[in-house]
């Protein structure tokens, strides 16, 4: 069959999926906007987005203006795909960026699926949840309807959905929250593993320092450090841990962006400020700063020996999009205190595949830290059943492919 993949960013979450498909002999094509390395077996069409939005459209319909730039974009670089003679069975798309808004404008016959990520929410999820960034404002029930309206505008036209976490399906409304397969996108537990050989180097001021798994190394990673991910609360956790723990370190894997939420404020001075810089400031009079090594972006490989090494990983987040990063740490075999929200939960069982934590309370999370570096049989207790949970439930080969497969096969009516 024919199968026409959609994502600014691809492959994005189609990684596996679209190059699993041309392998079983079907003809893969990607529509994309962002540059794009060639993927096995995926025909690559990159399409340029023309146009801006008005300069005096409503606040409210900013966001859907640009969509719709990015759907019209799209809708005419399928056209030139059908004069072209491609058909395609199905369409997946990740509709959060409106480039499938009208794709079925050209190919009626065609079965649509989407990729339900977000929707969001008046209350429950991520919005107002953290009230130390200020109440949200009064119209933004108004904002939240009209983000939520690409969506909306893809429910009667979309034949099926899928969701990575049962707690991101269930944000969706009925009648369409139904037709939603909760398939995860998948972590390569074969690759993702113990190594108690894996070593790290970070530089000190006395020169660069070796890691491994005889030293003890509390880990956090963001792929921007910002409050979306917890990045404040566990810097006010750090000087309680560091002060019981005089041989730890601390590793922190993240750039100074921001890729959810709020910009932060210009300093004092008006010059512009990241959340690393203003949640470091907060507490650096109380840290030994020579154990503390921020390590901004860093290769996958990396990334992963720094989980290998870890004595302790944090992971916090509020009730939004669940990171690839949690269930990496768990196939690592981390021992893992996580914030108890939505859908960490899903992972993170308390006491069983790791330990749970309110957001809001760094001292306590200072606490399960520190309780754990002095306890090593709890943490390969639990590092054991949190990768043994990864490997059931999120396993690429095993798990989420032949599923995520199944979905595309049952879309096209295959």
Not at 168 to 177: R, T
Not at 254 to 260: A, D, I, L, T
Request: charged share 20%.
């Amino acid at each position: 069959m024919n199968i026409l993949f959609v994502h600014q960013n691809f492959p994005g979450q189609f990684k596996h999926l679209a190059p699993a498909m041309a392998r079983q002999g079907h003809r893969v094509v990607a529509l994309h906007i962002n540059a794009c390395p060639p993927v096995p077996g995926v025909e690559l069409v990159r399409y340029p987005v023309a146009g801006r939005p008005g300069q005096g459209t409503h606040r409210w319909l900013a966001d859907l203006e640009v969509k719709t730039l990015r759907g019209e974009a799209a809708w005419q670089a399928a056209v030139k795909l059908r004069e072209q003679g491609f058909v395609p069975d199905a369409i997946v798309a990740h509709p959060g960026w409106g480039e499938s808004l009208f794709l079925q404008q050209v190919w009626p016959q065609a079965r649509l699926g989407i990729y339900c990520e977000f929707f969001y929410q008046q209350q429950g999820a991520d919005v107002g949840f953290d009230r130390e960034f200020g109440s949200p404002d009064t119209d933004n029930v108004c904002r939240l309807q009209m983000k939520n309206a690409n969506y909306e505008l893809h429910f009667p036209r979309a034949h099926a959905g899928i969701a990575p976490t049962h707690w991101q399906a269930s944000l969706f409304p009925e009648p369409f929250a139904s037709r939603i397969a909760v398939v995860h996108d998948g972590i390569r537990t074969d690759q993702i593993r113990p190594d108690p050989t894996a070593r790290i180097r970070v530089q000190t001021p006395q020169g660069v320092l070796q890691l491994g798994k005889d030293d003890e190394v509390i880990t956090f990673v963001n792929r921007n450090l910002e409050p979306y991910r917890g990045y404040h609360q566990f810097m006010r956790a750090l000087p309680a841990i560091l002060k019981v723990r005089p041989n730890a370190r601390v590793v922190i894997i993240g750039g100074n962006e921001v890729s959810y939420g709020a910009a932060p404020p210009p300093g004092s001075d008006g010059q512009a400020q990241t959340w690393r810089e203003i949640f470091l400031n907060e507490v650096k009079s109380e840290l030994d700063l020579s154990r503390v090594h921020f390590v901004g972006k860093v290769p996958y490989a990396d990334f992963l020996r720094v989980l290998q090494v870890s004595t302790v990983h944090v992971y916090l987040t509020y009730p939004f999009v669940l990171s690839w990063s949690l269930l990496e740490a768990m196939s690592a075999g981390c021992a893992i205190v996580a914030s108890d929200t939505a859908p960490v939960r899903e992972a993170i069982r308390h006491g069983e595949t790791g330990q749970l934590v309110d957001f809001f309370d760094p001292a306590a999370l200072a606490q399960q830290v520190i309780d754990l570096c002095d306890d090593p049989a709890e943490r390969a207790r639990l590092g054991t059943q949190a990768r043994a949970f990864a490997v059931e439930h999120y396993d690429l080969e095993t798990r989420c492919l032949p599923g995520q497969m199944a979905w595309v096969e049952e879309l096209a009516g295959k």
